[in-house]
């Protein structure tokens, strides 16, 4: 038997373990005993193993207990006839090659044979080199679809392995993306909560106002990736601050003109702060633009209407809403009710309407309950 290579010409794995150095078997099949000992014996000589069966029952008696690559089959016998036995062992042993033996007045039924998966078929009479070359060929197509089988098995596993390890890889990946925004966020409403914390003692307010935020934004039909953007904005408005002088920032009475000067740069110090930081670069113009006012009357450019980007334009709202309802080191929380007054007092000056109309749309409890989950929380390292 030739070996078996794949096709670099690199000897490959057995297509079956039975073909794998062990001459194949060939089971031959005939109810005249001189017929199947002569072929038997032909093929053994040829370095075949060779068994024999005198009809279909005995054959497929020895086939159910021994391995054969090839049966050899008479097609006229009695008990059960050769086109019997083919159909069998195609369905019960499909591994195997079937060629029949035929007198000559049996063609007909050869042909019949051949389409019933027979592999071939020799004519009575036949000489042995006939045999040998008959059963070279079903040995080597039998060969070469097992291989095939074979090959397509080790790919489709292969595909498989490889489609596993895929997603394995996607998924730490996506692990790992999730872990970076945590971290992100995370580190922004650490700052947020020391920025609050050093303008009005308390901590909570960027947290809230950039929860309220995204309320009204996702109303308005803002979604992802612009809604985060909108609220990173939202929570780092005053980082700015940080630039700004504490005797300024937290000076008791009122401001003098240069002193509203100094603070009126907040927003383009935050902007500055943050430019160059990429992550952040699609909400500095929330930053920058926080304080405008719808009228036009705001910092630091007197934008007005639509040039003041959406976000900001919420922001405004809920940035009022929030300072009037949460304590102050120097007056309590004002009522909701208050809030929303102001609020409406103000649409079309400082606040956009349709925000504002957004805003209403949402039931005072709710706003209530949004301010009871992140309450103000007073630091207890400052006295004052
Ligand atoms: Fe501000």
Redesign the pocket.
């Known amino acids: 038997m030739s070996q078996v290579t794949d096709k670099k010409g690199h000897p490959s794995a057995p297509p079956s373990a039975l073909d794998w150095g062990v001459p194949p078997g060939i089971l031959v099949v005939d109810d005249e005993p001189a017929i199947r000992d002569l072929l038997c014996e032909g093929l053994k000589g040829q370095g075949y193993h060779c068994a024999v069966a005198s009809n279909g029952h005995e054959a497929l008696d020895l086939l159910r207990r021994e391995q054969f690559s090839l049966v050899l089959s008479d097609i006229d016998m009695p008990t059960m006839d050769g086109v019997r036995l083919l159909k069998n062992v195609r369905e019960a042993h499909p591994d195997v090659e079937v060629v029949m033996i035929t007198g000559v007045v049996d063609v007909e039924v050869a042909l019949r044979a051949m389409r019933m998966g027979a592999n071939d078929y020799l004519t009575k009479p036949f000489n042995l080199e006939e045999v040998r070359l008959t059963v070279e060929k079903a040995l080597e197509k039998r060969r070469l679809v097992l291989e095939n089988r074979e090959y397509q098995r080790d790919l489709e596993s292969k595909v498989a392995e490889r489609t596993v390890e895929l997603v394995l890889k996607r998924r730490e990946i996506e692990e790992l993306y999730e872990k970076l925004q945590i971290s992100y966020e995370t580190t922004l409403e650490a700052l947020a909560a020391a920025l609050d914390t050093r303008d009005t003692e308390t901590q909570g307010h960027s947290m809230r106002v950039s929860e309220y935020t995204v309320v009204i934004a996702r109303r308005m039909g803002v979604k992802d990736p612009e809604l985060t953007e909108i609220r990173r904005g939202a929570l780092l408005?005053?980082v700015?601050?940080i630039g700004i002088p504490d005797a300024v920032l937290r000076k008791p009475g009122k401001l003098t003109p240069e002193e509203w000067e100094e603070m009126r740069r907040?927003?383009e110090i935050?902007y500055r702060i943050l430019s160059g930081i990429k992550f952040l670069e699609p909400s500095l113009p929330i930053v920058i633009a926080?304080?405008e006012r719808f009228d036009g009357s705001g910092y630091p450019r007197g934008l007005q209407r639509e040039e003041i980007p959406l976000g900001a334009r919420i922001f405004a709202v809920v940035?009022t809403l929030d300072a009037m309802t949460s304590d102050r080191p120097y007056r309590r929380a004002l009522r909701y009710e208050d809030a929303r007054a102001e609020i409406v007092r103000n649409s079309g000056l400082q606040f956009d309407p349709k925000v504002v109309e957004v805003f209403l749309s949402i039931p005072p409890e709710e706003w209530k309950a949004m301010h009871r989950r992140i309450p103000d929380t007073r630091d207890p390292t400052r006295t004052r």
Do not use: A, S
């Open positions: 408005h005053d700015g601050k907040h927003p935050g926080h304080q940035d």
